[in-house]
């Protein structure tokens, strides 16, 4: 069961999908992006939350935390908490997914509405489909707020998820837990300290709503995949390709 599959830009989903893939847009999504990326810039404040994630320039005073810069997500370095990242053709960053013991943690970060939260649409979305498709799903307040506890129906047996979300400054944040954090919040927590201490940095670029923000590899990776790339070992072609600078992983796909 794939519970984010790609679909076309805009605010409402169409067919039960929950988030965006490429940059097209029509008319309308052109004009909604436009209203929110004109709000972004005014003087408004964006309603106060209480601990991460955290939009950069929201991070508190004092805070020495060690990340991983992949552009408009900046993760912390916690012990015991591999990073890890596919890589597109073009050398961008994508499906970033934390693995700590038997329990891994997807993040991603969307765009979204100055003011209005997006959470609320996603989860009445996500309940919608998981129930179509033959799962059991209820909501549960978790370290960050209301959560989704879901069991769905795949080809190798029931599998249990966690979903949660958290409303920034023109931003979103989603995090699929799963293994047995998804069932059992304690064997999270590592990945929870990863969570709360995100960071988040929008551009200025007018997006629609739920488009992800783009990622990069950082400049090490990035360069040893291209060096792996460019001298191919024999019988090598059409092998993933794996970078590891101590901090994160990423493949090529």
């Known amino acids: 069961m794939n519970l984010f599959r790609r679909r076309r830009p ?11 893939e490429t ?15 004109v709000g972004g810039l005014s003087g408004d404040e964006a309603p ?21 810069d992949l552009g408009s997500l900046k993760i912390p370095r916690v012990d015991g ?7 597109t053709p073009e050398g961008d960053a994508s499906d ?16 979204a509405p100055r003011t209005d939260g997006i959470w609320q649409e996603i989860r009445d979305e996500l309940k919608t489909s998981i129930v ?3 799962g059991t799903v209820e909501e549960g307040r978790g370290r960050f707020g209301v959560e989704l506890r879901a069991r769905v129906r795949t080809p190798n047996g029931p599998k249990d998820l966690r979903f949660v979300g958290v409303d920034g400054p023109r931003w979103f944040v989603r995090g699929l837990y799963q293994g047995r ?15 709360d201490g995100l960071v988040v940095e929008r551009d200025k670029d007018a997006r629609p709503v739920r488009e992800p923000l783009p990622l990069r590899l950082p400049q090490q990776l990035a360069e040893q995949l291209a060096a792996q790339q460019a001298e191919p070992q ?3 072609e059409g092998r993933d390709h794996t970078a590891d600078d101590g901090r994160g992983s990423v493949r090529r796909r």
């Open 10 to 20: 805009g605010r409402h989903a169409e067919d039960g999908d929950i988030f965006t």
């Open 23 to 37: 940059a097209a847009t029509d008319g309308d999504d052109d004009e909604e992006a436009l209203e929110e990326y």
């Open 48 to 68: 106060e939350r209480e601990g991460g994630p955290y939009d950069v320039s929201e991070v508190p005073d004092g805070d020495d935390l060690e990340r991983l």
């Open 81 to 87: 908490v591999e990073i890890r990242m596919q890589a």
């Open 96 to 111: 970033v997914v934390l693995v700590s013991g038997d329990s891994a943690l997807q993040v991603g970060a969307f765009a």
């Open 132 to 134: 179509a498709e033959g």
């Open 181 to 195: 954090a998804a069932t059992d919040a304690a064997a999270g927590t590592a990945l929870d300290e990863c969570l």
């Open 234 to 236: 024999a019988g090598d």
